[in-house]
């Protein structure tokens, strides 16, 4: 028996390290066929930031940038050699592989003439090389994570009824559909001035529990087929379809082209039809989940993305031992992400609220023990430090502090707008206390343009108004000023009344 055991056992091995070669050369001959592979990138970016973006694209992967007539969007070339890197920008937030671009694509005058073009251009479109780039891509990409709570005595009796995962799969299906397009909208677009359109195509509806259990047995015995949804984009008023009437018949008519099967929650292929006016983009994401989720885990009323804090602090260009300070921090999202992508400065995060600065310190935290595990050996920290302070009564000396930046108070979620008459007079007075004269920058964000605009005329002596980017925040049209603090000497109040300044 034993020896019937053994001969097993290196029948086993040889078959298992042929499998392996035969891998191997699969991969192989992948990465030698795509070795000289020039593909299209899209990206979606906060509005009013594709510039930070494609300046980014530039300087880190040396390839040019297109800016979309589609607020939010940018293309760039890159070879598929590059794509690693092309998951480490900062400044993105979704990533799709371009199939086709049609920049003026002429729609039919009929709805039917129009879905039909989209049923017959599904089998015209180069799909080979986007295919080869998603394949590549998958070990590329970040996982999409899951935030799921658990009952354990219900857990519990599942495992031991040995039929748990078939009993809440429908439950599963249905809370997964009521937030699915509040994220695609997050994930794609955020300009509401735009009127649009999001729908997704979720194939056949499943009528029964019978149909469920005959699919889920034959993917048991035909692993290989592909689960696909197509999410349609669609901006524009002169269109005489819906993006549900669109995203139906194109992905029908890819289905049927493929073979693919369609599941709108476990899907492995996310085909993008985007149409903006006359252009159509069609693509494939890259990216299961918004690269800005990137540094934060403990999330508070207001937090900020990390990609438009990225493109704040861009906008103020930091320099090597520069003092950069969030008076206001909530999260920490900015302090957090200049400290990654500028280590060589020094981060303060700052904020009036105890539990907003034990947010920013648990987040901190968070990352490093994040960094630590991903490399495997003990991190040296972050150039950061979070303090609880009076925005008005800065512990900071007076000139000590090269750039400003901050997320303030929209008076919607946090504060009021009658509040913000007096607080925005009185940060932006104590910020040009702290900030260097003549070199002093500071980049402010707010939806309360009227009340920042009516302080910033009475500190003209201290500020000057340099750049103004306009932004859309969760449908709130606002503005990143950026301001440059004059040459002249911070005089406090005291002073000017004849009394002497603590400071």
């Known amino acids: 028996m034993s020896d019937v055991q053994e001969a097993t056992n290196q029948l086993l091995d040889v078959n298992l390290h042929e499998n392996q070669r035969s891998i191997q050369v699969t991969e192989s001959g992948l990465r030698s066929e795509s070795e000289h592979l020039q593909v299209t990138i899209g990206a979606t970016v906060p509005t009013g930031f594709e510039q930070t973006a494609a300046d980014e694209v530039r300087e880190k992967l040396g390839s040019p940038c297109k800016i979309s007539k589609d607020r939010g969007k940018i293309y760039f070339d890159i070879s598929v050699e590059s794509l690693a890197q092309v998951h480490c920008l900062r400044s993105v937030d979704n990533l799709f592989v371009v199939v086709q671009e049609f920049k003026d694509y ?5 709805k039917e003439e129009v879905l039909k073009d989209f049923e017959d251009l599904a089998g015209k479109l180069p799909w080979s090389d986007p295919l080869k780039i998603w394949k590549i891509n998958t070990c590329f990409k970040k996982k999409k994570t899951k935030h799921k709570k658990i009952n354990q005595n219900s857990s519990k009796q599942k495992i031991e009824s040995g039929r748990g995962d078939k009993t809440d799969e429908r439950d599963v299906k249905k809370e997964f559909t009521n937030n699915v397009l509040d994220s695609q909208i997050l994930d794609y677009y955020e300009n509401a001035a735009i009127k649009e359109e999001i729908s997704t195509l979720v194939g056949d509806d499943l009528t029964s529990c019978k149909d469920e259990t005959e699919e889920s047995s034959k993917e048991e015995t035909d692993p290989e087929v592909l689960k696909f949804r197509v999410t349609c984009n669609r901006a524009g008023e002169k269109h005489c379809f819906s993006s549900n009437e669109a995203a139906r018949d194109f992905g029908g008519a890819v289905q049927d082209y493929f073979k693919w099967k369609a599941d709108m929650t476990n899907f492995d292929v996310e085909v993008l039809l985007n149409i903006h006016d006359n252009e159509i983009v069609v693509g494939i994401a890259l990216t299961e989940e918004s690269l800005h989720r990137r540094n934060i885990t403990h999330f508070g009323p207001t937090t900020l993305r990390s990609t438009l804090a990225y493109g704040m602090l861009r906008l103020c260009a930091p320099q090597p031992t520069d003092i950069i ?4 921090c909530g999260t920490g999202a900015i302090s957090i ?13 700052g904020d009036n609220n105890p539990l907003a600065v034990n947010r920013a310190a648990n987040n901190i935290s968070s990352l490093l ?4 595990v991903k490399e495997g050996k003990l991190s040296w920290g972050l150039p950061i430090d979070t303090i609880q302070w009076d925005i008005c009564n800065l512990p900071l000396r007076t000139g000590s502090v090269d750039i400003i930046v901050t997320d303030m108070p929209f008076g919607k979620r946090m504060g009021s707008k009658k509040r913000n008459w007096n607080l925005y007079p009185a940060c932006l007075r104590e910020m040009s206390r702290v900030c260097r004269p003549g070199t002093g920058q500071a980049v402010l964000l707010t939806q309360d343009k009227k009340c920042f605009i009516k302080a910033l005329s009475g500190m003209g002596h201290l500020w000057r108004k340099v750049h ?6 969760g449908g709130l049209h606002a503005a990143v000023y950026l301001l ?5 000497t911070f005089v406090h109040p005291s002073e000017q009344d004849g009394e002497r300044s603590p400071w």
């Open 106 to 110: 002429q729609f039919k005058e009929t």
């Open 325 to 328: 300070v969030d008076p206001m």
């Open 337 to 349: 992400e200049g400290a990654t992508e500028w280590s060589n400065c020094y981060h303060i995060a």
């Open 369 to 372: 023990t994040k960094s630590q």
């Open 468 to 473: 103004t980017v306009w932004v859309n925040i």
């Open 484 to 488: 440059k603090r004059t040459p002249q």
